[in-house]
């Protein structure tokens, strides 16, 4: 048995050695923990960015096919102004309309929840 200063020895001393062993563990934990927490964050905010630029596509790929139908003549809803109902497309969907008084036409796209909107103004001349 080893003797340290005062009347204490090493046995004495193990469950302070178990409390700062609990306290090193813990402190680990909370930090693995924070570490898990923030990593999730950040997938959560990288697949809401993904989402963000699939809606714009979407919406982008509305204006494309309402222009596309206009130059073709085609009407498949008979309006004659190339508005399209909402319309499934990749993994999202599309609606177009169409603003007679001030000559633009709007697509929003959504895709998971998330929308985009993106306005096309007619301009003559």
């Known amino acids: 048995m080893v003797r340290l ?3 204490y020895t090493l046995k004495h001393l193990r469950g302070a050695t178990l409390l700062l062993a609990i306290i090193a563990l ?3 934990s909370l930090f693995g923990l924070s570490l898990i927490n923030l990593t ?3 997938i959560i ?3 809401l960015e993904i989402d963000k630029v699939k809606a714009l596509y979407v919406a982008e790929a509305g204006i494309a ?3 596309h139908e ?3 003549g085609l009407d498949p809803d008979g309006d004659g102004i190339g508005v399209i ?4 497309f990749f993994e999202g969907t599309f609606e177009v309309t169409y603003n007679a008084a001030l000559f633009t036409f709007t697509s929003i796209g959504r895709v998971n929840g998330v929308e985009r909107l993106i306005q096309l ?3 003559g001349g």
């Open 85 to 88: 109902a909402r319309s499934k």
């Open 40 to 42: 999730i964050s950040r």
């Open 121 to 123: 103004k007619c301009v």
């Open 26 to 28: 813990s402190a680990l």
């Open 65 to 67: 096919k309402s222009l």
């Open 70 to 72: 206009l130059k073709k």
């Open 45 to 47: 905010n990288v697949d």
């Open 5 to 7: 200063s005062g009347n």
